[in-house]
């Protein structure tokens, strides 16, 4: 099975929190985990990667946590601005495919 | 560089009617993607290209969907016939596994409306 499920659907945070999302796969042969974001109207654009070699990897306010046995990752946004609002997509695959799971609407109100 | 160019933005059409969406890759990039984007099943991975030769269909959702890529800068994705099931936003995603492994660039998606 090739699915990536990921919770929630949507999120509504306050200026300054914490902002986290949860994604499973089930191929133990994916070897890649990127996180997407996607602002109205545009296509999704990466924010930040992980390999299976590390646990996390974090860029500014950007964290993936990445739990290998669990088959589970997350992304983590410190100090959540009402400018992060969008639509994020984890993703998980191969070198040539990625399968992305179904979205998660954030909305941070000031 | 342009990034991933798709035509048209919005399609509007009628049931039956043939439709067909057009993506220019970034140069130099050596794999393509279409993807459909729906509220209720997020980004469906529908076809891929490497070296404009399809490597993975298995996510077409009938025969009345077709994808081409005849040549390195240009490929297509046809609906015919439409349905109004069809409806969703189609993206075009391309990709140099060589330079930035795993990373997809996206174009900006054509909003299909099949009524």
């Known amino acids: 099975q090739q699915q990536v499920k990921q919770s929630p659907q949507s999120l509504i945070v306050q200026k300054g929190g914490i902002s986290i999302i949860n994604c499973a796969y089930e191929n133990t042969a994916f070897d890649y985990f990127p996180w997407y974001q996607q602002f109205p109207g545009k296509g999704p654009a990466l924010l930040i990667a992980?390999?299976?070699?590390?646990s996390e990897k974090k860029e500014g306010r950007f964290t993936i946590s990445f739990n290998k046995s669990a088959k589970q990752f997350s992304l983590h946004i410190m100090d959540s601005q009402p400018g992060d609002s969008a639509t994020y997509f984890c993703?998980?695959?191969?070198?040539?495919?990625?399968?992305f799971g179904t979205g998660t609407r954030l909305q941070v109100f000031p | 560089d342009a990034g991933v160019i798709q035509s048209p933005r919005h399609e509007v059409t009628e049931m039956g009617q043939e439709v067909t969406l057009r993506c220019k890759p970034i140069s130099g990039h050596n794999s393509l993607f279409w993807y459909r984007q729906t509220m209720m099943r997020g980004l469906e991975l529908l076809i891929y290209f490497n070296n404009n030769v399809p490597i993975d269909d298995s996510g077409m959702p009938e025969d009345r969907f077709s994808a081409k890529m005849p040549n390195a800068s240009f490929s297509t994705l046809k609906i015919q016939p439409s349905e109004p099931r069809d409806s969703a936003v189609y993206f075009c995603a391309s990709s140099s596994p060589d330079r930035d492994r795993g990373k997809l660039f996206f174009g900006s998606g054509t909003q299909l409306s099949v009524l």
């Open positions: 992980i390999r299976p070699d590390v």
């Open positions: 993703a998980a695959g191969d070198t040539d495919k990625l399968i």
